[in-house]
């Protein structure tokens, strides 16, 4: 096996050009795309060369997230595309799918492949699928700091040669090594045109019948060939890649070529006695190993690291369940104490914008518009900046913190006995932790799950967990009016709703859970920007998405109660609110509008029971802990229910939904009764 950089075998019967791009663009103009596997520095070096300049979103028809950001270097205006985080480029999964198609077909200017130097065989996988694509490359080697903690000497230059491709050693969370490897992707990118493909040849016998399936489908696919490479085609279908054979066989002429690669294939499993995409996944890892092998030292024997002892001690069957403990209850002592100062502290600091407001705006517009701009508008930005902010801004710091630490995949390992007790293995803890953060990408975030039962049953649990917006809510309401011992008695009583639904719908939905198979990433120092970054940016979402629908909410509500139709719809509400909550049954309109976003039901609570003259602190305490035992259980919010709609169809959403409302107006009725009787005694 070896890797020819010199020239590559001719695509569709023609020298393939690298880098003919499918979209004009200027020429100053270039686009990058970081490919990797997952936890190989691949974010760090996209928050690096992008800052804040970054903009999130779903790949379009797609349910896997988008991240995009620009920069400016030596008068080139640089497109960054961060592809989802992946170990190969086959159709196993949405985000494989996603990334090769987008190498493919929109044809970026330059890739960056991510490698981790410190694990160099496991990366290179990728790296041969990204030269059989035929792309334009650079490598940036990260991370080159864990590697010479291991004892491990890279020749940089030797392993350059061998793959074709210029390698930049980077440490991205330091910062070291991006400006060398943004000279080296605009001098690379610019000069694409010079180019030819790396061609990535294989042991004898499997590079002849690449060679046979690859000539006919240069001769009788031309049209398929003018978006993929033939020899890059004639891998997958021996490979037996499920997306690319189906496209083959509804291409003219599809069928000799798949009749060919059968005959093949089954030469091949006859030979080796093994399924062809183990035998051609083998060839890969044998080149990687010998490139390993060829280019890599052992210098010294690796010293137990600091990193190394922490792992250790953190995934202990023990010490690790206790610091798992310390963790919880530290990240949600942070979200309580911080949160409740800065509410008072910006209570404190915008208490004057009202009556300051009302002075100027009453000599000039009549009083019902005074009402709808100084209560409606100007009341809900004070009360989203002064009861939703405070609660989830620290919690988004926590999470990016445990996120970049390394610390979430330690948390999944110790949880996996206790998952698989409700049907799921170590790695649904990830999404239930996310949960906490927020439900829509803690729904997405159970793609991690190997089957569809399992994504089903993680997503069904994870709408349960309290998410940051219904934080605000127990932690505005309950925690500040009643005290932290009840705050605690409702996510304990969460977690153990989560774990009896989770155990009753492991019973009722078919199947048995798979065991553990995940990579546990080295312990790493948290970088100060990738912290501010990710902070920043969830909140901006938060913000941007957010707000509006307070400001508005506020405003139907004010204009709700000026119009004097309120006492028709606490009427109507009374039933249910009244005779079985417990609550005042004007409390139905804030719950109302938490379908869009939870924390608007602390607000808009506090602008209703304002409208006929009440405050949040005239609820007793009962009434607080069964108001936000409703908000914690019922479904999370409408972009949930999307998420979910997109994971798994509108049917199963919908049932998801039905129930949770279900259980929230039967448990939030037996617990109003409950409480009332233990509180009364």
Same mark, same amino acid.
């Given at each position: 096996?070896?890797?020819?950089?010199?020239?590559?075998?001719?695509?569709?019967?023609?020298?393939?050009?690298?880098?003919?791009?499918?979209?004009?663009?200027?020429?100053?103009?270039?686009?990058?795309?970081?490919?990797?596997?997952?936890?190989?520095?691949?974010?760090?070096?996209?928050?690096?060369?992008?800052?804040?300049?970054?903009?999130?979103?779903?790949?379009?028809?797609?349910?896997?997230?988008?991240?995009?950001?620009?920069?400016?270097?030596?008068?080139?205006?640089?497109?960054?595309?961060?592809?989802?985080?992946?170990?190969?480029?086959?159709?196993?999964?949405?985000?494989?799918?996603?990334?090769?198609?987008?190498?493919?077909?929109?044809?970026?200017?330059?890739?960056?492949?991510?490698?981790?130097?410190?694990?160099?065989?496991?990366?290179?996988?990728?790296?041969?699928?990204?030269?059989?694509?035929?792309?334009?490359?650079?490598?940036?080697?990260?991370?080159?700091?864990?590697?010479?903690?291991?004892?491990?000497?890279?020749?940089?230059?030797?392993?350059?040669?061998?793959?074709?491709?210029?390698?930049?050693?980077?440490?991205?969370?330091?910062?070291?090594?991006?400006?060398?490897?943004?000279?080296?992707?605009?001098?690379?990118?610019?000069?694409?045109?010079?180019?030819?493909?790396?061609?990535?040849?294989?042991?004898?016998?499997?590079?002849?019948?690449?060679?046979?399936?690859?000539?006919?489908?240069?001769?009788?696919?031309?049209?398929?060939?003018?978006?993929?490479?033939?020899?890059?085609?004639?891998?997958? !279908?021996?490979?037996?890649? /499920?997306? @690319? &054979?189906?496209?083959?066989?509804?291409?003219?002429?599809?069928?000799? $070529? #798949?009749? +060919?690669?059968?005959?093949?294939?089954?030469?091949?499993?006859?030979?080796?006695?093994?399924?062809?995409?183990?035998?051609?996944?083998?060839?890969?890892?044998?080149?990687?190993?010998?490139?390993?092998?060829?280019?890599?030292?052992?210098?010294?024997?690796?010293?137990?690291?600091?990193?190394?002892?922490?792992?250790?001690?953190?995934?202990?069957?023990?010490?690790?369940?206790?610091?798992?403990?310390?963790?919880?209850?530290?990240?949600?002592?942070?979200?309580?104490?911080?949160?409740?100062?800065?509410?008072?502290?910006?209570?404190?600091?915008?208490?004057?914008?009202?009556?300051?407001?009302?002075?100027?705006?009453?000599?000039?517009?009549?009083?019902?518009?005074?009402?709808?701009?100084?209560?409606?508008? !100007?009341?809900?930005?004070? /009360?989203? @900046? &002064?009861?939703?902010?405070?609660?989830?801004?620290?919690?988004?710091? $926590? #999470?990016? +913190?445990?996120?970049?630490?390394?610390?979430?995949?330690?948390?999944?390992?110790?949880?996996?006995?206790?998952?698989?007790?409700?049907?799921?293995?170590?790695?649904?803890?990830?999404?239930?932790?996310?949960?906490?953060?927020?439900?829509?990408?803690?729904?997405?975030?159970?793609?991690?799950?190997?089957?569809?039962?399992?994504?089903?049953?993680?997503?069904?649990?994870?709408?349960?967990?309290?998410?940051?917006?219904?934080?605000?809510?127990?932690?505005?309401?309950?925690?500040?009016?009643?005290?932290?011992?009840?705050?605690?008695?409702?996510?304990?009583?969460?977690?153990?709703?989560?774990?009896?639904?989770?155990?009753?719908?492991?019973?009722?939905?078919?199947?048995?859970?798979?065991?553990?198979?995940?990579?546990?990433?080295?312990?790493?120092?948290?970088?100060?920007?990738?912290?501010?970054?990710?902070?920043?940016?969830?909140?901006?979402?938060?913000?941007?998405?957010?707000?509006?629908?307070?400001?508005?909410?506020?405003?139907?509500?004010?204009?709700?109660?000026?119009?004097?139709?309120?006492?028709?719809?606490?009427?109507?509400?009374?039933?249910?609110?009244?005779?079985?909550?417990?609550?005042?049954?004007?409390?139905?309109?804030?719950?109302?509008?938490?379908?869009?976003?939870?924390?608007?039901?602390?607000?808009?609570?506090?602008?209703?029971?304002?409208?006929?003259?009440?405050?949040?602190?005239?609820?007793?305490?009962?009434?607080?802990?069964?108001?936000?035992?409703?908000?914690?259980?019922?479904?999370?919010?409408?972009?949930?229910?999307?998420?979910?709609?997109?994971?798994?169809?509108?049917?199963?959403?919908?049932?998801?939904?039905?129930?949770?409302?279900?259980?929230?107006?039967?448990?939030?009725?037996?617990?109003?009764?409950?409480?009332?009787?233990?509180?009364?005694?």
């Amino acid at each position: 096996m070896k890797i020819n950089p010199s020239k590559s075998v001719c695509s569709c019967g023609n020298q393939r050009n690298v880098d003919p791009s499918s979209k004009a663009r200027k020429e100053n103009e270039l686009i990058v795309a970081l490919a990797g596997n997952a936890n190989v520095g691949k974010s760090a070096i996209f928050n690096q060369l992008t800052g804040l300049n970054q903009v999130t979103g779903n790949w379009p028809g797609k349910t896997v997230e988008r991240a995009e950001g620009t920069l400016h270097f030596k008068g080139y205006t640089i497109h960054v595309v961060d592809l989802p985080g992946t170990y190969s480029l086959s159709a196993y999964s949405m985000e494989e799918l996603v990334s090769r198609e987008y190498l493919a077909t929109e044809k970026p200017d330059i890739i960056v492949n991510v490698v981790d130097a410190s694990a160099l065989e496991r990366n290179l996988y990728l790296t041969l699928q990204l030269l059989e694509l035929e792309v334009p490359l650079v490598i940036a080697l990260n991370q080159v700091d864990f590697a010479a903690k291991k004892g491990l000497k890279i020749d940089v230059e030797k392993l350059s040669k061998f793959l074709g491709v210029k390698i930049v050693p980077t440490v991205a969370v330091a910062g070291k090594g991006i400006t060398e490897l943004l000279s080296v992707v605009v001098s690379e990118a610019t000069q694409r045109r010079k180019q030819t493909a790396v061609n990535v040849v294989y042991g004898k016998e499997l590079e002849t019948q690449i060679v046979a399936v690859q000539k006919l489908v240069a001769s009788k696919l031309p049209q398929f060939c003018v978006v993929y490479p033939a020899r890059w085609v004639a891998i997958k !279908l021996l490979e037996k890649d /499920s997306d @690319i &054979t189906e496209k083959v066989r509804s291409s003219p002429d599809g069928s000799a $070529v #798949l009749e +060919l690669v059968e005959r093949l294939t089954a030469e091949l499993e006859k030979v080796h006695g093994e399924s062809a995409p183990v035998v051609v996944a083998s060839e890969r890892y044998t080149l990687a190993s010998k490139i390993v092998k060829d280019t890599v030292t052992v210098e010294a024997k690796p010293k137990i690291s600091i990193e190394q002892t922490l792992s250790t001690i953190t995934t202990h069957k023990i010490l690790g369940y206790l610091i798992l403990a310390a963790v919880v209850v530290a990240t949600f002592g942070v979200i309580f104490a911080g949160g409740n100062y800065l509410s008072r502290l910006l209570d404190e600091c915008l208490m004057w914008l009202s009556d300051g407001f009302e002075g100027l705006l009453a000599p000039i517009l009549p009083a019902f518009a005074v009402d709808l701009l100084v209560k409606g508008v !100007l009341g809900g930005l004070v /009360s989203g @900046i &002064t009861i939703a902010l405070p609660y989830i801004v620290p919690f988004y710091v $926590v #999470l990016a +913190l445990l996120e970049d630490s390394g610390y979430l995949p330690r948390a999944a390992f110790l949880m996996d006995n206790i998952m698989h007790k409700i049907g799921l293995h170590g790695k649904a803890f990830i999404p239930l932790i996310l949960g906490y953060g927020c439900t829509v990408p803690a729904c997405i975030g159970c793609r991690i799950m190997e089957t569809q039962r399992e994504r089903l049953l993680s997503a069904f649990v994870v709408v349960l967990i309290p998410c940051a917006a219904r934080t605000v809510v127990i932690l505005g309401l309950v925690g500040q009016y009643v005290g932290l011992s009840a705050v605690v008695g409702l996510y304990v009583f969460d977690l153990v709703l989560v774990f009896a639904l989770g155990r009753i719908a492991f019973k009722a939905l078919p199947g048995e859970p798979v065991g553990l198979i995940m990579e546990m990433p080295s312990y790493k120092k948290p970088s100060l920007k990738t912290l501010v970054i990710k902070t920043w940016g969830r909140t901006k979402d938060f913000v941007y998405v957010a707000f509006p629908i307070i400001i508005v909410g506020s405003v139907i509500i004010e204009a709700f109660a000026l119009s004097g139709l309120m006492p028709y719809f606490v009427d109507i509400a009374s039933p249910i609110m009244t005779a079985w909550l417990g609550l005042p049954a004007i409390v139905a309109i804030p719950l109302l509008f938490g379908i869009l976003r939870k924390e608007l039901t602390l607000i808009l609570l506090a602008t209703t029971l304002s409208s006929i003259g009440l405050s949040l602190e005239s609820l007793s305490a009962v009434q607080m802990i069964v108001f936000a035992l409703v908000v914690m259980i019922y479904i999370p919010c409408l972009a949930t229910i999307a998420a979910c709609k997109r994971e798994f169809g509108w049917k199963k959403s919908l049932y998801i939904t039905i129930i949770d409302v279900g259980l929230a107006l039967i448990i939030g009725g037996l617990a109003f009764r409950i409480l009332s009787a233990l509180m009364s005694t």
